[in-house]
């Protein structure tokens, strides 16, 4: 029997003649005892996973992101359908255009890597993004432009052509690294979380500030209500943010550990969260 990565667990199956092998690679084997040949069920990542989004208007395909890959994930098989290797970096932000035809990822060795979502292939590279790495991506509604955050606190708006990838404007207000990015549904004003405990509004036809929430946490994430008057953030702490105002409106407690992303269901009933503790939680 061979099997990839160092065998760091075993377990029995009850009373039946199958156990299960656990790797240092992230892979989980089935065996029976008769045969003692190897059945790969399971695979994950190695590290934390820093990143997950599904492409517009499809629930069958979500994308991860962690160190040394991306991968593309079939939900109702809850198999691995695709995986992108860059060695010895860390990807910490990954997103999908919405017309699905390119991922954009954040790298922490300050470059933008963008591949062809069906097979992995690279498309093009954005080298010296942001000095301190590149934290957070998004991508327009349009796919005319990308949106970069950095550990260096800025926020860098990119037009991206058929063959040219042009800095367009640099948005200085956070002194922290950027966590996360979001843009409303008419790309004209979007909203960047950072962990020096701050939250800015753009305006990104102006390229300014409109408003910016201060707390004392380490945002970890943001995104939009649905209805686009309330803006959900979360981090060391859960709260949730009146959009006009900038006050607090309701606070939840569950995790034990920081919140790393959030979702909103289509159906604006739920928010589903995940953290470090590896919990996942549905909030009304």
């Given at each position: 029997?061979r099997?990839?990565?160092?065998?760091?667990?075993?377990?029995?199956?009850?009373?039946?003649?199958?156990?299960f092998?656990?790797?240092?690679?992230?892979q989980?084997?089935?065996?029976?005892?008769a045969?003692?040949?190897?059945?790969?069920?399971?695979?994950?990542?190695?590290?934390?996973?820093?990143?997950?989004?599904?492409p517009?208007?499809?629930?069958?395909?979500f994308?991860?992101?962690s160190?040394?890959?991306?991968?593309?994930?079939?939900?109702?098989?809850?198999?691995?359908?695709?995986?992108?290797?860059?060695?010895?970096?860390?990807?910490?932000?990954?997103?999908?255009?919405?017309?699905?035809m390119v991922?954009?990822?954040?790298?922490?060795?300050?470059?933008?890597?963008?591949?062809?979502?069906?097979?992995?292939?690279p498309?093009?590279?954005?080298?010296?993004?942001h000095?301190l790495?590149?934290?957070?991506?998004?991508?327009?509604?349009?796919?005319k432009?990308?949106?970069s955050?950095?550990?260096?606190?800025?926020?860098r708006?990119?037009?991206?052509?058929?063959?040219?990838q042009?800095?367009?404007?640099?948005?200085?207000?956070?002194?922290?690294?950027?966590?996360?990015?979001k843009?409303?549904?008419?790309d004209?004003?979007g909203?960047?979380?950072?962990?020096?405990?701050?939250c800015?509004?753009?305006?990104?036809v102006?390229?300014?500030?409109?408003q910016?929430i201060?707390?004392?946490t380490?945002?970890?994430?943001?995104?939009?209500?649905?209805?686009?008057?309330?803006?959900?953030t979360?981090?060391?702490?859960?709260?949730l943010?009146?959009?006009?105002?900038?006050?607090?409106?309701?606070?939840?407690?569950?995790?034990?550990?920081?919140i790393?992303?959030?979702?909103?269901c289509?159906a604006?009933?739920?928010?589903?969260?995940?953290?470090?503790?590896?919990?996942?939680?549905?909030?009304?």
């Amino acid at each position: 029997m061979r099997v990839e990565g160092a065998v760091t667990s075993l377990m029995c199956r009850g009373q039946d003649d199958q156990f299960f092998i656990g790797t240092n690679k992230g892979q989980m084997y089935r065996s029976a005892y008769a045969t003692f040949k190897e059945e790969l069920v399971a695979v994950c990542h190695t590290e934390a996973v820093n990143d997950i989004v599904f492409p517009e208007g499809h629930s069958d395909l979500f994308v991860t992101c962690s160190t040394n890959d991306i991968r593309v994930w079939y939900t109702p098989e809850r198999l691995e359908r695709l995986r992108i290797t860059v060695p010895n970096v860390t990807c910490h932000a990954v997103e999908v255009t919405r017309d699905g035809m390119v991922i954009v990822s954040a790298w922490n060795d300050g470059k933008i890597r963008t591949f062809v979502p069906a097979t992995g292939e690279p498309m093009y590279e954005i080298n010296n993004a942001h000095n301190l790495g590149v934290t957070a991506i998004a991508a327009t509604s349009d796919c005319k432009q990308i949106i970069s955050g950095g550990g260096d606190g800025q926020v860098r708006i990119w037009n991206i052509g058929e063959k040219t990838q042009k800095l367009r404007e640099v948005l200085k207000e956070h002194r922290g690294a950027v966590s996360c990015i979001k843009t409303n549904k008419n790309d004209k004003e979007g909203v960047t979380a950072s962990l020096d405990g701050t939250c800015v509004i753009w305006d990104l036809v102006r390229y300014v500030r409109k408003q910016m929430i201060l707390d004392n946490t380490l945002f970890k994430c943001v995104c939009y209500h649905h209805g686009e008057y309330q803006i959900i953030t979360s981090g060391t702490d859960r709260k949730l943010w009146d959009y006009k105002e900038g006050t607090v409106t309701h606070v939840g407690v569950g995790h034990s550990g920081n919140i790393t992303r959030l979702k909103i269901c289509p159906a604006n009933k739920y928010i589903v969260s995940v953290s470090a503790d590896g919990a996942v939680l549905i909030w009304k």
